[in-house]
């Protein structure tokens, strides 16, 4: 009588189906990969390609394949990035509050953060930290036009700037998330960063050059919407929201 072969069974209504036995063989492996144990499940129940077409209805959507054959596999794991990074590539997974802007109100005139000179090793800023931007005094940024500099074809058209030196302090730890607006206005406020322009700017120790001191900083463009007015920098961390407000007005020719 041979080792193995096939018995016969039936169903509930009757109808006979074949199962195979293997008294006395080796013991059957179960491929170790995801991709062998789909193969060898589609084989066994053929069903199973429907569930898989349900999974991936859409190219775009191939994650939910990965899902169904976990579930049919029996655990096979499948690695998947990570969701709070962006396109870009700027890790977006700190813990900061999405908080709307909080800017002044004018009653009169621009209502300039008070400056201050933190340290010796940058020049002067305005407000009270942690991050501070190198705005001269009195608190006014003098811009140009953003036709005719490395920016032009980046930024709106008809906007101008100017180059900001963001700077903070030895302890500074995590990051802070940098928006702005005209005070009073509508023009909006746009970054410089690494070659991209974007309406948020975020900063973090580790992307920061060093000074002496160990005082952190990070160059930079900030771009307003008119050659002229009263607009404010918000500065968001996870524990602090900051709000620092500026003139700005033409640059004048050499």
């Not at 977006?92 to 010796?120: D, N």
């Not at 746009?190 to 001191?213: D, K, T």
């Not at 008119?226 to 607009?231: D, L, N, Q, R, V």
Request: aromatic content about 6%; proline content about 11%; some cysteine.
């Amino acid at each position: 009588m041979p080792a193995s072969q096939p018995a016969r069974s039936t169903t509930s209504q009757g109808t006979a189906v074949k199962r195979h036995t293997n008294a006395g063989g080796p013991a059957r492996r179960r491929p170790s990969s995801c991709g062998a144990i789909l193969v060898g499940m589609r084989a066994e129940w053929p069903s199973l390609s429907l569930a898989v077409r349900a999974c991936v209805g859409r190219v775009d959507e191939v994650v939910r394949l990965a899902a169904c054959v976990a579930v049919l596999a029996g655990g096979c794991s499948l690695a998947s990035s990570d969701p709070t990074t962006s396109p870009s590539g700027t890790d977006t997974s700190a813990s900061i509050p999405h908080r709307p802007l909080h800017l002044p109100t004018i009653a009169g005139r621009c209502p300039v953060s008070p400056a201050v000179r933190p340290t010796r090793d940058f020049s002067s800023s305005l407000g009270v930290g942690p991050l501070y931007p190198a705005v001269p005094p009195p608190g006014t940024l003098p811009v140009v036009p953003v036709n005719g500099t490395t920016l032009e074809g980046q930024a709106p058209k008809g906007t101008f700037v100017q180059k900001v030196l963001w700077f903070a302090p030895p302890s500074f730890e995590g990051r802070v998330l940098v928006r702005g607006a005209e005070v009073g206005g509508s023009h909006h406020v746009w970054f410089s960063w690494n070659g991209h322009v974007s309406r948020s700017l975020w900063l973090s120790a580790s992307s920061g050059g060093s000074a002496p001191g160990g005082w952190r900083n990070w160059p930079s463009g900030t771009i307003v919407g008119s050659a002229a007015g009263c607009y404010a920098f918000q500065i968001d961390g996870p524990t602090f929201s900051r709000v620092i407000v500026f003139r700005v007005k033409p640059a004048v020719s050499a």
